[in-house]
């Protein structure tokens, strides 16, 4: 791969994962690299700077961040900065290329591209896809939103590899291209602390597909109306993935047994109770990525194995330990009401469910209706910002009056009382519907704050 950015003047716009991998892409391919970033120094990860001043000396930091944009050739954009922001848009009147770390790898990738999009399951779906294709004997990695920049991954790839990518509506909402095979998955809401409304985002999350054309794949979930919609969007083949009805082509569910009819061949995949993963949403993720997989040519017999043997994510839907007949579970990734109902409704068991943190924007009315309709939650912990917001939308003076508990303000009080409610044969789930600042630095402290705390209930004698 030959790409050669000599004598060009580059601006990196947001020092996150994505800028520093940006800032080292540029650099080493030639370029002139300035660091441009919203945050004072102080505010920034110690680490990340540090290796930033590896290859740059020129920063600017605080509320003036975006000034003299007119000096680069290229501007790159870090996903949590909005590419509509009036001095970006100035710059790209006068013809100043503005790109993203997602976009330059999918100029100049070599490698076979998936993309992988949705509100729920995209990081699940990556890795399924990505094992499924190693088990079939390809190359392939993962990057995107899933933690890894693709332009980590440029220099490593070739002609022969496949690389899937999940891709978040931060990176797809100026994509003007979109990748071979795209994979949606359920598609609500999200991010409208972000978005400017629900339908910039859905619009945002169409990039993947309406780049397409004739000689491409769209895998789209059509059980939910916010991904079904995007049907019209491309001119892709299509293949539908549904849990309720027999789709041609497509991969479905007949008979509790995942069916694939992708290439005028109706083949068996495997039985739901061969599956390892909890809950229905991850058998609508299973059924996508082995809609993908099935376009490069991977057998039943792999994807079945991928299917029995996966164990799931960090963070989504983890379990963690079974402490003296309870079962903990952490599925601290959930930020939306959609992800906490997938999870609620992914047991059967007597169920604390530990609910709340930062708010997004989200509307919790669903999520209350589900509470409402559940019959084996035994109790509720409300903890963050969003505690009021989830108590309104239930009924908490029904079904729940004196079930519903607040004001733990650590890990360690939550996981306690959680524990104090149940018995051998309850399940406790973290499943918060919502982001984690404020109380926690992300979802991954949050989780494994939840972890450890677990673990040490293991450590102590039982009663």
Known sequence: MNVNFDGKKVGIIGLGVE????????????????????????????????????????????????????????????PGVRPDLPQLLEATREGIRLTSNMKAFLDISPAKIIGVTGTKGKGTTTTLISEMLKKSGDRAFVGGNIGIPPLDLIDQLSRDDWIVLEMSSFQLIDMQKSPKIAVVLMVTTE???????????????????????QEDFAIINVDH??????????????????????????????????????????EEILPVKEVFLRGR??????????????????????????????????????????????????????????????????????????????????????????????TNIKSIILVGQTAEKISKSFDRFGKY????????????????????MSSSGDVILLSPASASFGMFKNYKERGNLFKKEVRSLSLRPSD
């Open 19 to 78: 800028g520093l991998s940006s800032l080292k892409f540029y650099k080493s391919h030639g370029a002139e690299v300035s660091v441009r970033e919203i945050k004072e120094e102080s505010q920034l990860d110690k680490e990340v700077l540090r290796e930033a001043r590896n290859y740059t000396s020129d920063f600017l930091f605080g509320k003036d961040y975006l000034t003299n944009l007119l000096i680069f050739d290229i501007i790159v954009r870090s």
């Open 191 to 213: 991010h409208l602390d972000w978005h400017k409304s629900t339908q910039e985002y859905i619009k945002a999350k169409a990039n993947i597909v309406s780049h397409q054309n």
């Open 225 to 266: 109306p916010g991904s079904s919609g995007l049907i019209d969007k491309t001119n892709a083949k299509k293949i539908l993935v549904s849990l309720f009805k027999e789709q041609n082509p497509g991969v479905y569910l007949k008979n509790e047994i995942i069916v694939r009819n992708v290439s005028g061949k109706v």
């Open 281 to 374: 949403h991850n058998i609508e993720n299973i059924a996508a990525a082995a809609a993908a997989v099935s376009i490069a040519g991977v057998g039943v017999d792999e994807i079945a194995q991928v299917a029995r043997e996966f164990k799931g994510l960090e963070h989504r839907l983890e379990f963690v330990q079974d402490v003296n007949g309870i079962k903990y579970y952490n599925d601290s990734f959930s930020t939306t009401p959609e992800t906490a109902i997938a999870a609620i409704k992914s047991f059967t068991e007597p169920l604390v469910v530990i609910l709340g943190g930062s708010d997004k924007g989200s509307d919790y009315s669903e999520l209350g209706k589900e509470i409402n309709l559940a």
């Open 401 to 420: 009056k004196d079930r519903v508990f607040e004001g733990q303000k650590t890990m360690q009080e939550i996981v306690a009382k959680a524990n104090s």
